[in-house]
C-alpha cells in the first residue's frame, strides 16, 4: 500500500520557486563553499584543489569566499588533517611562485574544519556564515554545499541543510552530489524522491565527473562547428557503428565492499559511457548553454534507444576476483560472486537517423591498457585497385580521445580522408609535431589532430560550472530516471548469469573479442574460461540432431535451435525441388508463438531461399482485424514476410474480414479462400504445410468436439476456439492431408505432456485433432525438440 502511493507522487522535483538563474542573474557577494566529506579521499585528490582553482579565478571578481571542511570527527582531530590537505593544493604553470603562494596564504586563511553531524551543527554553521556576513557587512550570493560521502547519507543531510542551512532569498542554494545515485530504477526513484522534499530541482548538482573532461565538454561544441560537413554522413548510412571504451589496466582490490554490488555496468556504463553516447548522438542544441535544451534532447535519446536485453551484452569477471571477495568480504572459498568486471554491449536508437547503427559501450578492470575513447568509424565506400596507402584506402573515423592510452593526451582527431575541423576553441591548438606513435593501427599523422593547450581536471571544470550555475554538464533527476529506465531490465535479466573469466592484462589475449550480429552481440569465440567450482550444471551441448518415429511417422529432434535449423533447411529443400519441378512452390503456415524461431531462422540465414517463387498461405487466422497483435498474419508479416523479398501477390493472407465485419459466414470468406487454393495450387496439394499442435492437441484451428467430419468436402472452414478469440479459419484435414509434405513443430518443456500422452493415444481426430494429420500420399515428419521430447 505505502508503495503504491509512494509510487504516485513521481520523483520530478520542484522546480525551485524564483524562477530560474543564469550566470547574468547572479550578483557577487559572498559564497560560502562547504565540503561535507572535506578530509575523506575524493576532496583530497581533486575538490579542494578544484575549489582552489576556483577561488585564484575569482579573486578579482567582486566575490569572496569561506570554505568549510565538514566531517564527523571532532574539530580538534580533523583540523590539522584538514590543513595537510590544503597546504597541498597548486597553481597553474601560469601563476608566479610568489604570487601562488600569497594565494595559497589567503586560501588557507579563509578556510576551516567544522564538525557537521548533528542538526544543531548545521545550525550552527547557519549562525557562523549569517554572523560573518553581518560583521563584515556583506551580502550573500550563495552557499554551495559538496556531498562528498556516501550515498546513503544524502537523504538525511538534505533534510538538515533545507532545514538549518538555506540562505536568504536573493542568495542561491546549490548541493552538489557524487554517485552512485541509485543501484536500480526503484532504488534511484526512492532516492530522488527524498532529495526533491529537501532540495529543488535547480538546487541539486549530481555530479557525472566525465562530463568534466576537456575531450567530452567539447563534443557538442565540435559537432556544431562542424555541423555542415557532418550533416551529410551522421548517419546510419555512412556510420558503421560508434564504440565508446573505457578501458582500465587495476583491479578493484580495496574497493571490493562497495564493487560487489554495482560491477561495471553501474559503476561506468549507466553513467559516463551512456552521457558519452547522448552527446555523440542527440539532436544538437540551439545553443549549448542552454540546459533545458541540452537536457531535454538527451532525454530524447535515452527514450528512444532500443531496449536492452540478455542478448545485447556480454559479461567477464576477472580471474582474481572471486580470492579478492573472498578475503574483503570474509567470504567462504564456495563464495561465487555474479558482479561483471568487463561487459561490453550493443546499444540502437531506434529512430530514422541512427536505426541499425550499432552503438559499442565497452569497459572493463583489468585490460591491456588505460585509455577511454568514442570512436565513431564511417563506412568506406572507396577501393583502392592498387596503391593501398592511397589516402582514400583508410578508415575514415572520427575519435574523441580522452586521454592515456599510445597518445597520452586529450585530443580530437579526424581523418584526413574526412575533413580538416576548426579548433574547438581558442584554448585548443593543433597538434603537427608526431612522435612515431599509432593510434587504432594506424600512424597518427593519417588524422588531423586537436588538443588543449592546458590540461585541466574534470573536478575544477564542474566546480566552476556549478559556481556560473551552468546546469547542462550535470545529471536532471528526469535524465537520471531514463537512464536507469534503460539499464534496470538489461541488469535484472543479467543477474544469473555467470561472467566469462578473464586471465587479466595482455594474457586476456583473444578471450574477451565480441562479435556483432544484427541486434546481438557475443564474445567472438566459444573457448571459456570457467574454472571447475564456478560452473554450476553440467554441460549440455554436445548433443546432436537425432532422427527416430513417433506415432510411426519419421520424427526429428535435437535442442531448438538445432531443430530449428534443420527444419529451416528441409523447408529450402522443398521449395528447391517444388520450383525445380514446376516453377513454384506453395507453402502454408500456421501462427502461433512456435514458429517464430523458425521464420527468424530464414530471415538471418536463408539468403538464398527463392522468395520469388514460393507462395505464402495460411494455415489458420483468428478472426480479427490484420493489423491487431492477435492477426496471425501480422505476425508473419511481422517476424517474416516483410523482411524479405517476396512479391505482394505470392502472398495469400485468409479473407477474416469482409463487408467490414468479422467472419461472418453469408460472406463466403472459407469459400473464398478455397477457390483461390483450387486455382493456384496443383490438385490442392501444397508442397509444405507447417502445423503445430496446442496443449488440448489441437491443430491448425481445428479444436476438440469441433466435429470435424461434419466439415464436410470443403477444404476452409470457419471454426469455433474455446479460447478467445473465439472465432477461426482453418485449412481442413482435406486439404492438409493432400500436402506433399506436412511438418509437425512441437517445442518447450510446456509441451512434454502433450507429447506424452500423444505417444499413447489411438487416432481420435475428434478428442486429439492433432492424430488426424494424416497425408495419403505425402509424408508426415514431427519436429521435436528435446525439451518437450525429454521434459
Ligand atoms: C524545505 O523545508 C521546508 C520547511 O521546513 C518545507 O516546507 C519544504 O517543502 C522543504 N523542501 C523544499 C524543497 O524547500
Ligand atoms: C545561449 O544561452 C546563454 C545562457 O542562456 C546566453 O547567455 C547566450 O546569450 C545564448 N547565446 C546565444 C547565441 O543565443
Ligand atoms: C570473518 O569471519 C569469521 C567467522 O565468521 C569471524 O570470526 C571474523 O571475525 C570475521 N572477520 C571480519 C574481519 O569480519
Ligand atoms: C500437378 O499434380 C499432378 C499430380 O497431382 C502432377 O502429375 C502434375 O505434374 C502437376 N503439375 C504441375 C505443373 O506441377
Redesign the pocket.
Known sequence: MFLTVFFLLVALCTQGGNGKESEEAQRPGHVSVVIVGGTGDLAKKYLWQGFFQLYINQVSSGNTFSFYGGGQSPTEKATPVLFEILKAVSCSNDVSQERCALLKDQFLRLAQYRQLKSLEDYQDLAKHIEQQLQEEGMTEAGRLFYLSVPAFAYADIAEKINSSCRPKSGAWLRVVLEKPFGHDYRSAQVLASQLCSSLTEEEMYRIDHYLGKQVVSKILPFRIQNKKLLDLIWNKHHIERVEIVLKETLDVKGRIAFYDQYGVIRDVLQNHLTEVMTLLTMRLPKNVSRSEEVLGNKLQILSSMLPLGKNQAVIGQYQTYKAEVQQELNKTKDHVSHTPTFAAVLAQIDDAQYEGMPILLISGKMLDERVGYARILFKNDIFCVQNHNNVHCKPKQIVFYFGHGSLQYPAILVSKNLFKPALVDSEWKEVTEHKDISVFGLPISDFYIQTPMEQKEAYAELISHIFFGRKNSFISTENLLASWDLWTPLLSSLASTFPRIYPGGADNADVLDIHLKGKDISYNNEVVIISTDQLGGTSTNGFQVMQGKFRSSEMVSAWAEQLVDKLAADIQEAAEAAIY??GVFHLALSGGSTPLALFHRLVDHHFTFPWRNTHVWMVDERCVLPTELESNFRSLHDHLLQHVRIPYYNIHPMPVHLNQRLCVEEDGGAQMYEKQLIKLV??S?FHFVLLGVGYDGHTASLFPGGKVDELGDSLVALTESPSKPHQRMSLTFNVINRARKVALLVMGKGKHELITQLSRVKDNPDKWPVTGVKPTNGNLVWYIDYDALLG
Do not use: L
Open positions: 519441378e514446376g496443383n490438385s496439394s
